[in-house]
Each structure stands twice: as C-alpha cells, then as structure tokens.
C-alpha cells in the first residue's frame, strides 16, 4: 500500500498543495523556508497520529487545516484529518463508503514507523543505532542489560578486592617451623618464676646448711626435699626474649591463611558472577538468534549495530543508506512509505540508490530537497506547487 494523493491545506508552511507520485522516489525540492518540511510533516500529521502533531500545525493566520491522502490498496483508503485549535479530527473511508470506527488503530496496524528516517538512522551515534534497531525488531533487554551492568560493576568490585588482597599475600614471610599458635609470655613467666623461686630455695637451704651446723639434719632435710641441682633458666629466658618474634610469624601466618582463604572465597565469587553474566549473555544471543530481523545480516553487539559481523559504520555510506532504506520498508510491510527529510545530503548516486531500492521493494520513499534541480518531482514556493516551466506557457 502506497501514497497515490496527497491534498493539504494550510498546514505549517503550506497554503495548499495537491501531489499525485509518479514513481517510486518522490522528491521534494525548493529554497529553504519554502514549505518542503511541511508536505512530509502532512503526511505524518495523518499518518502517526496525535503524538506527531505540533502544538501549533496550522498555517499562521488560518483558523483551520486539513490533509487528505488516498491510499492505494484493497480496499482503497482516503484518509483525512482535519487540524483546528482544539485539536481536530480523523477520518477513513474506503472506495465503497464505509466509514471505519476506528480510524487511527487501523494506521497503527497499517503504519509500523512511518516516522523512520534512513538518512536520519546512518547518522546516530553507534549506541543509539542499536537502540532504535532493537525497537524495529521488538527486542527489549533493557532489564537483561541492567542485570548485566550490575553483575559485571559487582564483580568488578570483587575483582578489585581481590587483587588488593593478593598483593598482600606473601607465604614467603612466614619462617620454616613457626607453630600454629602463638606463645604464652605468661606461662613462660610463670615457669621463669617458677624456677627462679626454687633456685632460691636452694640457695637458701645452702646457706642455712652452711650457717647452722647445728641444724644439718635439719637442713639436709629441707635440701633433699627441694633437691641438689640449680635449675638452668638460660633456655626459658632465651624462649621468653624469642617469644615476640615468635608470635609474630604465628600472627603472620595466620594473617596469609585468612588472606589465602579470602583471596579462594573472592576469586570464586568472581567466577559466579562470570557464570551469571554468561546465562545473560546468553540469553541475549537466544533472543537475537530468533529475531526477524528487516535485513539478512543484520545484529548488535555492545558497540552498536553491526553487519555481517562487523560494526555498522564500518560499512561504506552506500552500503550504510541501502540497509537503511531497507530496514524502513521491512518494517512498514504494509504501507511502504518511508520519509527521507534531509535528501540534500544525497549526491546523484545515493539518489539514484534510494530510488532503485524503493522500486527493488515495491516501496515509496517522499523526501525533501533544498534545491529546484530536476530530480526534483515537486517544487514548493511560498507553500504552494511551483508550476514547471512548460505548465506556464
């Protein structure tokens, strides 16, 4: 289904103007200002419906507007929708009179996105690109993505942690034979005194054998209860200065077993967060793999839209406009209208590309162009039709 009339009246720019295409490649031409914006805002004023429309569409100084298009098809559609202050109204009769009850869901059915613009789409910034591709295709993974973005700044975070923790492991620290434990200053004290304490008691008992002859039996009694031979304390006090030096390879080896069993315990988070990602991933390439997409090759990756496997902008600008074109045309399956609005980019080659692949796909393609050269299929002056030179003689 194809545009075969357009009629509109006081819409922005346009007095009035009455198009009938010729082909599969209308192009709009004039000076800048003249109204060629306004003949494609027409045909998306009706079409689109409400949400396109501006608040103030009508031509300055008219109280009302109105654009009718006829539509080719089975059965033939003239739909008219009429612009006034308060807003206005729609209206679809077929060839046979009837009048639909519904007119703007039949448009929604029949439109898909008139309002897609190749020229427009060649021109968005990767990312955009394959939001708008996304939306074309019907693909929605902004919660997918927000799961992902998540898991990925988590693990990213457990990542960091972790290599903070291993640049503090250092095994080689702890000296061969350092015990599990650390060891008790106070009990070695305790034995210290201990043996300081008995020694003492020897001494004394020596001197009291010493002193008092008189009390041998005595004192030999009280030397054989707490024996003949001094204790050596070198080796505790030895054990007592060592004992700090001790403990601190103890706490060191402790400090890199919990360092082991943090960095084990973290790179294992890491890698269930991996694993998440993956299933997202996943599910993602699942969802892509049994998309319809408009054009064979066509896909995205982070980076964007890509084709044939490589990103998109790598293509040549040819190749970039005939995706483009036929990208809008696939998702317009049944009125196969697309609306170019700055043509004037397009050299004679990239004309010549839109119009073969319009004709290609059975699809019609309105586009407007600063200009009055003669590709030009209508010229707008001062909002109306500029009369080609052999229509004034």
């Keep these: 289904m194809k545009i075969v009339r357009l009629a509109a009246q006081n819409v922005k720019r346009l007095c009035a103007v009455e198009i009938k295409p010729d082909g599969s490649l209308v192009v709009i031409g004039g000076k800048n200002g003249a109204g060629k914006s306004s003949v494609l805002d027409s045909i998306e004023y009706v079409l689109a419906g409400t949400k396109s429309i501006p608040a103030k569409p009508i031509r300055s100084g008219a109280k009302s507007g109105q654009i009718v298009l006829e539509l080719d098809g089975d059965p033939p559609m003239i739909v008219t929708r009429k612009l006034t202050a308060s807003g206005g109204s729609l209206e679809i009769k077929t060839a046979d009179g009837f009048t639909a009850p519904s007119p703007q869901k039949i448009l929604d059915a029949l439109c898909g996105r008139v309002a897609f613009d190749p020229l427009a789409f060649t021109r968005l910034r990767p990312k955009d690109q394959a939001d708008a591709l996304r939306g074309l295709v019907g693909l929605d993974f902004a919660e997918l993505d927000a799961e992902r973005n998540r898991l990925y700044d988590e693990r990213t975070a457990v990542n960091r942690e972790a290599k903070v923790v291993a640049a503090k492991l250092n095994p080689g620290s702890v000296p061969a034979g350092t015990p599990d434990e650390e060891v ?13 304490e008995q020694n003492a ?41 060592s004992a700090e030096t001790i403990n601190a ?41 049994e998309a319809e997409w408009p054009v064979p090759g066509l896909g995205f990756d982070e980076g964007g839209v890509t084709l044939n496997g490589l990103p998109f902008e790598q293509a040549s600008s040819a190749e970039q406009l005939r995706v483009s074109v036929a990208m809008g045309l696939a998702v317009n399956p049944t009125l196969r209208v697309l609306l170019i609005r700055d043509g004037s980019l397009l050299d004679e080659e990239g004309l010549r590309t839109v119009a073969e692949l319009a004709a290609e796909r059975d699809g019609q393609v309105w586009l407007e162009r600063v200009g ?22």
């Design 201 to 241: 008691a020897i001494v004394l008992a020596h001197q009291t054998v010493e002193q008092a002859e008189k009390h041998l039996a005595q004192a030999k009694a009280a030397l054989l209860a707490v024996g003949t031979e001094l204790t050596d304390t070198t080796a505790i006090e030895q054990e007592i200065e």
């Design 249 to 289: 390879a103890v706490r060191n080896k402790k400090e890199q077993r919990r360092l082991a069993d943090e960095h084990a315990t973290l790179c294992g988070e890491a890698a269930g967060l991996t694993e998440s990602i993956d299933e997202i991933d996943a599910d993602k390439a699942a969802l892509l793999a």
């Design 184 to 196: 008790s200053g106070t009990a070695l004290l305790g034995r210290l005194k201990v043996a300081q």
């Design 372 to 393: 009055e050269g003669a590709e030009c299929s209508v010229i707008i002056e001062d909002g109306a039709i500029k009369p080609k030179p052999e229509e004034t003689k």
